[in-house]
T-cell receptor, first 111, second 112 residues
Framework: QKEVEQNSGPLSVPEGAIASLNCTYSDRVSQSFFWYRQYSGKSPELIMSIYSNGDKEDGRFTAQLNKASQYVSLLIRDSQPSDSATYLCAVYEGSQGNLIFGKGTKLSVKP | DVKVTQSSRYLVKRTGEKVFLECVQDMDHENMFWYRQDPGLGLRLIYFSYDVKMKEKGDIPEGYSVSREKKERFSLILESASTNQTSMYLC???????????FGQGTRLTVV
């Protein structure tokens, strides 16, 4: 059973700080990695996708991928109260093409 | 804009009823998915479809079936609803296995 692991949190950071969210995965052949944000009662929305080792930046968000360590992370700079949500890590599972999700990390940004 | 639409936002059904959850996407996507989401358990894959009339079981297919007669529509069927199927159901679609999936707004189903 392929797995995606995240710390459930809650992760609490002050406004303006950097929030660091981590994810590990078990499938060595995974090629595609995604971060979704989910507000309470809403459906997940895509924040970032990353396919190659290294960093990918989009505004205040940076995704980092290390395939050798089977590790993907999301950094949120200058965190805002509106960033308070659950962040889901998703991994394309190579053998069957499933999109497997971690259980999510709940982030709380305090004003 | 990407559009995945689920037929109902909230649904209340009785135990034993046959329940249909509909999902339509307007992006000509090949792949479509049905997940359920429960507190503490995360998103769990029920069924997915790579093409019209093609379906594959996910991690928790028991008690569910699916239908994909047209590319844009993927239906989830609860053959005989039970209280343990009370959950948030999420439909998603994507172009191919390497690209991001887009979600519908979700259907919160309560079985009483």
């Amino acid at each position: 059973q392929k797995e995606v692991e995240q710390n459930s949190g809650p992760l609490s950071v002050p406004e303006g700080a950097i929030a660091s969210l981590n994810c590990t995965y078990s499938d060595r052949v995974s090629q595609s990695f995604f971060w979704y944000r989910q507000y309470s009662g809403k459906s997940p929305e895509l924040i970032m996708s990353i396919y190659s080792n290294g960093d990918k930046e989009d505004g205040r968000f940076t995704a980092q991928l290390n395939k050798a360590s089977q590790y993907v992370s999301l950094l949120i700079r200058d965190s805002q109260p509106s960033d308070s949500a659950t962040y889901l890590c998703a991994v394309y599972e190579g053998s069957q093409g499933n999109l497997i999700f971690g259980k999510g990390t709940k982030l709380s940004v305090k004003p | 804009d990407v559009k995945v639409t689920q037929s109902s936002r909230y649904l209340v059904k009785r135990t034993g009823e046959k329940v249909f959850l509909e999902c339509v996407q307007d992006m000509d996507h090949e792949n479509m998915f049905w997940y359920r989401q429960d507190p503490g358990l995360g998103l769990r894959l029920i069924y997915f479809s790579y093409d019209v009339k093609m379906k594959e079981k996910g991690d928790i297919p028991e008690g569910y079936s699916v239908s994909r007669e047209k590319k844009e529509r993927f239906s989830l069927i609860l053959e005989s609803a039970s209280t343990n199927q009370t959950s948030m159901y999420l439909c998603a679609s994507r172009t191919d296995p390497y690209t991001e999936a887009f979600f519908g707004q979700g259907t919160r189903l309560t079985v009483v």
